[in-house]
């Protein structure tokens, strides 16, 4: 990232060293979804004690008080109450349940992880470049996990149902949803001539996956960040004209490709999702290809109560087939106010970004409004919501010196003037002396 002249680097304090090491400590536990997983698993304590944890130990960079509360996102922390008040009203339009309360319970803990992560990646364009490093070594992580799952697909035990590579996120949705913010946070921390060789790493985990999302949405990034030279066009057409490439070659080749991964004894579920990248027509009852039948069943509940919705946790109590698409989530549960919750808070956390960062906040905001239709459960993704925390602190920085340095030039014109106003009438006074 560039850095505006006004910015200086104050000295590496014992704070700076604690405020680092706490921030790549989260990216690498909650980004890359090791915490959860391992959790399954059995080994570590619950997200939940960790997210606790965290809330107190970001408590010690809330001081001097006056000056932090400058470097914060509040319009992000303003969004973070209005949608836990909908969320505490919407909890009484449903008969006490269990689920309803856990709903509320995984609401509130989002919510505790967006602002303390907020905190911790605040007010130090340094530690926000060590957070970003770190999304760039977990990049490399999940394309390792894809590959290691891929050969052997109980690598990771049976926590992923898909047949497909997923790594620590057991979802490949998910896994190659981590890998585009991936792409977006972590590619302008690196050289320029090295970043389409980061994308293309990133492109082989997000194939991996087989996530038609995550690989839809990869050009349209890339597009964007070769409109704001963070990628050279060249690299852009090059990359773009090899995925045409690839996916003509899968269309071609599709009858032998399908029969060697039978051969090799892959998941049946990768053989679908092969068949339907090369005959979008396709469909499985049992393959999670089509949704349009969730799409219609939720509209018909959306209209059942437009004005105030079911109720939060009503999705999760008609069925085991979820909605898949945070926008119809919203709106069946809070109504037509709730369409408007999820991008409300892209919009707040992404909004007048300066410099580069301008064009990741846009990166950020196109992806995550285009996954809204793919997945139901963006705003309980921790990967996410610290990506988005992240892009807000950048963003607040910036603007912090943008007026820093407008104020210096503003100064500067100012003793100008000063300065020109007192010697003008001098000079005049000796040309009239005798």
Known sequence: MTS????????????????????LLVVL???????????DAGVSPPPSLLVMVLAVAILPLLLP???RSQQLPWDVFLWCGIYLIISQVSYYLLPAAEITTQELRYRFLAILFIVTSAVLFSGDRRVQTIARWGIVLVIFLNVFNNFTEISNPLAFGEMNASGRPAGYYTDPNKAGCSLI????LGVTALPIQLRIYFIAIAAVGIFLTFSRGALLSLPIIMAILSVGK??????????????????????????EIIKQVRYAGLDQNIEKRLETFTNPNSRDANDDTSRLDVVFFALDHFFERPLLGHGIGYTKMWGEIPPHNMYLMMAVEHGLLGV???????????RNAQGETRYLAICTLTFLLIWGFFSHKILEERYILLSCTLLADMRVLEQRNLEQQQLEQQQKIQVFKTQAFTITPLKRSRRHSP
């Open 340 to 350: 408007l919750i999820y991008p409300a808070f892209l919009l707040l956390a992404t």
């Open 65 to 67: 008080w006056q000056k």
């Open 181 to 184: 913010l991936a792409i977006i």
């Open 29 to 39: 536990g909650f980004f890359s979804e090791a915490v959860t997983f391992w959790f």
């Open 4 to 23: 505006t002249a006004s910015e200086k680097s104050p000295p590496k304090s014992l704070r700076f060293w604690y405020q680092a090491i706490v921030a």
């Open 230 to 255: 963070i990628l050279p066009r060249k690299h852009f057409w090059t990359a773009l004209l090899s995925l045409v490439f690839l996916f003509i070659s899968l269309n071609v080749m599709a009858p």
